[in-house]
């Protein structure tokens, strides 16, 4: 005889990924505008004509490389990569 097999439910986060040229709209979204000691940019040189950038979430909550989700959950945000993203989390389909 087996047990019957059970599926953690996941909680539903709001998130966005940040692509380098939607820095303004993640900014908007994640604390509500540009502010001192919010979200800021990094930019790093990386070579002749090459600008490495990130994104620094405020607090130690995490830096956003381009490609990276965002994960707002209430006041805290937090960074995951593309890949753990698409295995961890699935679109909600929001009721019509």
Do not use: H
Request: charged share 25%; net charge negative; aromatic share 10%.
């Amino acid at each position: 005889m087996t047990a019957p097999r059970y599926r953690e439910k996941a909680a539903s986060v709001e998130a966005m990924q940040w692509t380098g040229e939607n820095s303004g709209e993640v900014v908007e979204w994640a604390v509500g505008g540009w502010q001192p000691k919010a979200i800021w940019i990094r930019q790093a040189y990386a070579g002749p004509d090459e600008i490495e950038c990130s994104l620094v979430l405020p607090g130690n909550q995490g830096e956003a490389n381009v490609g990276d989700w965002i994960i707002k959950d209430g006041d805290t945000l937090s960074v995951c990569g593309p890949t753990d993203f698409a295995e961890l989390f699935e679109p909600v389909e929001e009721a019509a």
